[in-house]
Every structure is written in structure tokens, then in C-alpha cells.
């Protein structure tokens, strides 16, 4: 099996600049590998309010946006994810690059190491979280990757866009509908439409232990890849 490094891909991790802490957490790791990375300041939704300089983000943000939570803390820890992984789409896409690696903050890797990605891969997950019907979704042992399909993938602590043409056919695939949680609308409205792929044993997860989430009440993921 051919393993190449993350560090071949252009990497953005997304943090907020009131999150050092965060910041410092996954730095250490891309610097032990020594990985080249750039930072990303996402949206911070409950410093910043509801001002964008983005007229077209602007106006997908003021739709009614698909909370699933009456929390208010939330609801904006929720509305500035989505926005700011929208955000970081749009530049990439006005920057002309392709092999993007998003990475979001809190994300724990446990090597470096990844198999060659599937030729006709549009998306592509490092880990992730799934489940059919309450039940963990059962994957075979004897492949690098898992082509997404009969089964949704959650979470987008660590995914790569592999080229430029499939990430701006996601990015306005995405704004054709209504705003919600990004990870599950890469779930609903991209998964089942495009080539999806997640690693079959995972390198990438959240730390839920270290890091309060701001999407969510739970505090460990279920159903891990």
C-alpha cells in the first residue's frame, strides 16, 4: 500500500482568534510532522454578529437557517462554522487552488500517513461519524477507502476537496439550499450527489475531551470510522 504524507496537500485550518488554545493544539501536530500549513480565521459568529463583507454569504446566512437546537450559544456556534467553511470554499475557489485539506481546530491526528485517494474522488473524509438506523455502519477491512453511499457521514473536522472543478460544483451546489449544520449538509445534499470517499481506518478525530464543542451537547462522537 502507497502512504503519502498530508503535508503534500494545501492545508487551511480553520480557528477563531479568540481560540489560541485551539490554534497552539493542532500546530503542534502538523510541526511535529513538519507540515506546512496556513491558518484560516473563520467566522465568529458570536463576537462578530451578523456582519459579512460577502453579499453573496451575506444573503445565504439571512435564509432561514435550519438550527435543530433552541440554544442561542448554538445556534451561533453553528451559523459561524457553516459560514466560515463556506467562507474558506469561496477563496480557495477565487485563489484557483485545488488539493485543499480543511482542518478545524480541534482535531487530534494520529499519524500523517494517508493511501493514495481514489482517482474519481470529489470529497474525502480523514474520519468521521455514521450510523443507519441507530445501528454503527459495518465497513470491510480490506480497503483503504469507503465510497460513501447507503450511509451518511457527519463531522468535518478533517476533509480534503481534491480538485478545484468539484469543490466549486459543492460550494454552489450548496447554496442552492437552505443553510444548515455543514456537516450535515455535505451529509444530505452533497454525499448522495457526488463522489464521496472516507478512510477506512480513520487518522483524524475531534477532541471532545480537551475541547468544548460549539455545534454540540454531546461530548464523545458515536459510530467512528
Known amino acids: 500500500m502507497h502512504l503519502h504524507s498530508i503535508g ?16 497552539q493544539h493542532i500546530v503542534k501536530q502538523l510541526e511535529k510532522f513538519n507540515i506546512k500549513y496556513k491558518i484560516y480565521w473563520g467566522w465568529d459568529a458570536k463576537t462578530l454578529g451578523v456582519e459579512l463583507t460577502d453579499q453573496e454569504l ?11 437546537t ?35 481546530d480541534d482535531t487530534i491526528f494520529n499519524t500523517n500517513l494517508i493511501p493514495k485517494l481514489p482517482i474519481d474522488a470529489d470529497l474525502v473524509y480523514l474520519g468521521g461519524t455514521s450510523r443507519i438506523k441507530s445501528k454503527i455502519v459495518k465497513h470491510s477491512t480490506n480497503k483503504d477507502w469507503i465510497l460513501i453511499k447507503d450511509f451518511k457521514v457527519l463531522e468535518t473536522h478533517a476533509i480534503i ?18 443553510p444548515t449544520v455543514y456537516d450535515a449538509m455535505l451529509s444530505t445534499k452533497i454525499q448522495k450527489h457526488f463522489n464521496c470517499y472516507i478512510l477506512n481506518k480513520k487518522i483524524a478525530h475531534q477532541d471532545r475531551y480537551n475541547f468544548k464543542s460549539d455545534l454540540s451537547y454531546k461530548s464523545q462522537p458515536i459510530g467512528l470510522f
Open 70 to 104: 433552541k440554544n442561542k450559544e448554538l445556534i451561533l456556534g453553528r451559523k459561524g462554522a457553516t459560514l466560515s467553511h463556506l467562507k474558506l470554499l469561496k477563496y480557495a475557489i477565487t485563489k484557483d487552488l485545488d488539493n485543499i485539506l480543511v482542518i478545524e
Open 8 to 23: 503534500i496537500y494545501n492545508i487551511f485550518i480553520i480557528n477563531l482568534k479568540r481560540n489560541e488554545n485551539r490554534k
Open 58 to 68: 451575506e444573503f445565504y446566512y439571512n435564509q432561514k437557517f435550519n438550527n435543530w
Open 161 to 178: 476537496y481534491p480538485n478545484k472543478n468539484s469543490m466549486l460544483n459543492i460550494y454552489n451546489k450548496l447554496l442552492i439550499n437552505s
